[in-house]
């Protein structure tokens, strides 16, 4: 990952030089601050920096007005400093001087941002080709010790392969056990009509692998599981992965090993043993299947959107779509033109924003300066974090002064409100019979905020109806609500996932013989950091509970910050020779008092919202409730007081090592 050529600035240098043309013309079609702060960087020049700064409202490409005189000597400034610097090579600096980065951050998002972020950003952005993250020993372990040593990851998704890229970069064995045939875990079991996401994409992907050729801001499911191929083969990643297994079981033992058993395709069992678990299984993988009386009884096909079966015809046939969140909102407007009739069963409204950059593609010129113009694609990617993210954090925390309480949380999200109502009138506004039902009324943020998928204009559809009713019951061929029925040929169930019963169906059983599901139980998952469990030494989960990010942001920004924690936990581990890494009791509560009281003002408790954050005792077991720097803080360093750090009576390394490398259970 270090020095990758392709962000190579000299690289892109030499490149966009000699082709001056194709430069010039690329650039005319690139947004402009992140062009600006190509130039910046590239010479230290801040006096058109000062000169934008007063046309940059936000940090969203379409959020600034720099007058095109100004565009014009922007891009031309940048086009002769990088034919300058291909006529006279030197050296370029490794990142701006102190002072101009935090300027440069400030400008090119548009507001003073809190001086904390500069670090993150440092480390998000790939400055000058260089990743930040890249793992480094303190004192190399020899290498009979890593040799003897065996990580075992469950799930080849986002999360298992960013954790694999970084064993592998430490030269710490690893095997990744995916239960499907191929990788990508959500991305690739999602695969529903018009399946995407809604985080922008050059955002949405890891820090150490910048995509410079995504086709659209905020890319469609192929396009993401195509990258997540490109970087399992990129990264050597797949020659550990043993596909079509599954880890049903696994079980800690006092020499500080785990005892795990899989299942494969085939039904043959397998035990094996490991040094190290680390599951990275997602929370959004176990369907939620409603327990509705009569569906099983239902004649015609029925689904999950993450089970879609596409050998189903759905062209001109009756279908029902229970569920309106986010894969509903994608599911429905696609199907809608093909089906014959589409009736949606909505329990709640969400809130959904329309977005500009949503279904638009990246202008060639853009994505040709992702690729050549130095520095374009991490000052990109910066302005992506603290728009999709930070920027607006601090407005979903409740004011308990404000005396609208029930229907927003602050003067912000009132705006929110406003503004979201405004949208939902300006598109079903004339249809009285609708609006009622689809103008919720909870604060806007409390379940998580969709972009418009065209959904509005669906609801218009002759063929579109939305029944905001309880589904009482499915009968062989219709889905009965609130007494009258609704014939259909087809059920999508767009039910969403159990996120609150994480980690199931695995059976993992930690020191005192005591189960995850039994410190657990069915919805109250709790974590050291969101990673580590007391009782559960060498144990690590990734997207654990608390981690979630609800409000914006990316997934994989919280991955990367878990992983880089496990990280230090291993070097840790296997730079003192201990046998077992166990978080304290103590510490654990700490963290937990602390997320929960952070929690305790955030739009998710609000009494009047449902979410899949919140559990029944009204805790939300999912979210991480700070801003993604403050969860990079809580993961940055392993603070070892925090562990009981062992060695077991039975440490005889040699013993443990033939045992983990025989895989003896
Ligand atoms: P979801 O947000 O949990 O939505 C599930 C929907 O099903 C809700 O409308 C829920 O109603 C409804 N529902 C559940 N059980 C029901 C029942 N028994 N009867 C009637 N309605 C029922 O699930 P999702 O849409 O799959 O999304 C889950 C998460 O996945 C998202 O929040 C997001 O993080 C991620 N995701 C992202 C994207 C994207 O990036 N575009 C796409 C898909 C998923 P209530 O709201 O009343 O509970």
Avoid at 577 to 600: I, K, S, T, Y
């Amino acid at each position: 990952m270090q020095n990758d050529p392709r962000h190579d600035p000299y690289r892109q240098i030499a490149y966009a030089a000699a082709h001056a043309d194709e430069f010039s013309a690329a650039i005319a079609g690139a947004d402009i601050v992140p062009l600006l702060m190509s130039y910046v960087q590239l010479t230290g020049d801040t006096s058109l920096l000062d000169e934008a700064a007063p046309h940059i409202k936000g940090a969203w490409n379409y959020m600034q007005t720099i007058p095109t005189t100004l565009q014009n000597r922007i891009r031309a400034a940048l086009v002769q400093a990088v034919l300058d610097f291909a006529e006279r090579p030197r050296e370029l600096p490794a990142e701006p001087a102190a002072g101009d980065f935090k300027k440069m951050i400030d400008v090119a998002v548009g507001e003073t941002v809190p001086p904390e972020y500069v670090q993150v950003f440092r480390e998000e952005m790939l400055i000058a080709g260089r990743d930040a993250r890249t793992f480094s020993w303190r004192k190399r372990p020899a290498e009979t010790t890593l040799a003897a040593f065996k990580v075992m990851i469950v799930g080849a998704g986002f999360s298992g392969l960013a954790m694999a890229v970084r064993l592998q970069e430490a030269g710490i064995p690893y095997v990744i056990v995916e239960k499907n045939a191929e990788v990508g875990g959500t991305w690739l079991e999602n695969n529903y009509p018009d399946c995407g996401v809604d985080t922008p994409c050059h955002f949405f992907s890891y820090s150490f692998e910048p995509n410079p050729d995504w086709t659209r801001y905020f890319a469609k499911r192929d396009e993401i599981l195509g990258y997540i191929l490109h970087c399992a083969k990129k990264y050597d990643v797949r020659r550990h992965i043993r596909f079509q297994e599954e880890v049903t079981a696994a079980e800690y033992q006092a020499d500080g090993t785990w005892a795990v058993r899989t299942r494969r395709a085939d039904g043959t069992e397998a035990n094996e043993t490991v040094n190290v678990l680390v599951t990275a299984v997602g929370a959004l993988n176990r369907p939620a299947i409603p327990r509705i009386p009569g569906l099983k009884d239902f004649k015609g096909p029925w689904f999950h959107t993450a089970q879609w079966d596409s050998k189903v015809p759905i062209k001109g046939r009756n279908v029902a779509m229970i569920g309106t969140g986010a894969s509903g909102m994608q599911t429905g407007p696609a199907i809608a033109p093909q089906v014959g009739k589409l009736t949606i069963f909505q329990r709640s409204p969400h809130w959904a924003m329309k977005h500009p950059l949503y279904h638009q593609e990246v202008s060639t010129g853009a994505r040709w300066a992702m690729r050549n113009v130095p520095y374009y694609a991490s000052w990109y990617r910066l302005t992506l974090f603290w728009a999709a993210s930070e920027a607006f954090h601090w407005t979903l925390k409740i004011d308990p002064a404000w005396p609208h309480p029930k229907r927003s949380l602050n003067a912000m999200n009132e705006k929110w409100r406003e503004d979201l109502t405004a949208y939902i009138m300006s598109k079903v506004g004339h249809r009285k019979d609708l609006l009622p039902k689809v103008i919720p009324d909870y604060p806007p943020f409390g379940k998580r905020m969709l972009r418009d998928n065209n959904w509005y204009d669906m609801l218009l559809r002759d063929n579109v109806e939305l029944v905001a009713a309880h589904v009482e019951r499915v009968e062989a061929d219709a889905v009965v609500a609130d007494g009258k029925r609704y014939p259909a040929d087809v059920i999508v169930l767009a039910t969403g996932f159990q996120t609150k019963r994480m980690l199931s169906p695995m059976h993992i059983v930690g020191a005192a013989g005591r189960s995850i599901r039994e410190l657990w139980g069915d919805e109250d998952p709790r974590a050291h950091r969101g990673v580590t469990v007391p009782g559960f030494p060498n144990f690590y989960v990734i997207y654990g509970p608390n981690t979630n990010l609800a409000h914006g942001g990316s997934a994989i920004f919280q991955t990367e910050c878990q992983v880089n924690y496990i990280m230090k936990a291993l070097r840790e581990q296997l730079e003192s020779g201990w046998d077992a890494v166990e978080v304290r009791q103590e510490a654990f509560q700490q963290f937990n008092d602390r997320v929960d009281g952070m929690l305790a003002n955030m739009v998710w408790t609000h009494p009047g919202v449902t979410n899949w954050y919140k559990n029944s005792a009204g805790r939300i077991a999912l979210n991480w409730p700070g801003r993604l720097v403050d969860y990079r803080d809580v993961t940055a360093e392993f603070d070892p007081a925090e562990y009981h750090l062992t060695r077991t009576p039975q440490s005889d390394t040699r013993a443990v090592a033939r045992k983990v490398s025989s895989g003896a259970p």
